[in-house]
């Protein structure tokens, strides 16, 4: 009967996030690092939106979309603004009895746009007719992509230091780098400061433009690779 052979594994803890385990004349380690930056929020999204009640459907309908459709139209004239349809509903209510006496319904439109200023006078006019839910900010695709240009030289040069850290340690010398994973960017938000100029009183009276103020988001990268030492 043959003999297995097993081999001792070399166990010992170099840095966190180091996982070093033995090859053929050396020594391998599983590393990771990361880069982050914080960037100015570029972009701002909001839902506005119009809920009412009444005791016929088709009137309560109709009421609807006729507001919906003139926000709509409103937006054309904002060329860096998109406006968007959201969601609309229609639900009965009921009576002590459980009787169905009247409707309501509600309408939603979807604001999204890189230009705080276009954005703002057009929320002020929406407002007029329609309620806002909220407002939230964020880094668009382009500014993401240039910041992780940015970042993943910083994060690569982390994550060699990482490795010579580890070789002084063990008294070996970085071969190289034989696989490297760049990760996904995570967002840490922070909550922005959106505060409205006092309005005139009355409900035919205009609405203030909201003062908006974006802030910024915490981006992060992550690269994690296999690194040779001998």
Known sequence: ???????????????????????ADG??????????????NDEISATLYVQQSNSQAAVLAD?????????????????????????????PSY???????????????????????????????????????GVQFGVSD?????????MIPEAIASLKSQAEIAAKALGKSVVNIQQLDIGQQNHGFRPPVMM??????????????????PGQSQLQLQVSGKVELK
Do not use: H
């Open 1 to 23: 009967m043959k003999k297995s052979r097993i081999k001792p594994m070399l166990m010992c803890c170099l840095l966190a996030g180091a996982a070093p385990f033995a090859v």
């Open 27 to 40: 020594i391998q380690l599983n590393l990771s690092a990361n880069a982050q930056r914080e960037v100015p």
């Open 63 to 91: 009421r609807l979309n006729k507001i919906t459709a003139s926000g709509l139209a409103q937006g054309k004239t904002y060329k860096e603004v998109q406006l968007s349809s959201g969601s609309y509903n229609t639900w």
């Open 95 to 133: 009576d002590k009895n459980g009787k169905i006496n009247g409707w309501q319904g509600r309408s939603e439109i979807q604001l999204k746009s890189r230009n705080f200023s276009q954005a703002a006078e057009l929320i002020a006019k929406l407002q007029q007719t329609m309620l806002l839910q």
């Open 142 to 150: 382009l500014a993401r992509r240039e910041a992780e240009q940015g």
């Open 196 to 213: 409205m100029k006092a309005a005139m009183a009355g409900a035919e009276a205009n609405v203030a433009q909201p003062d908006l103020q």
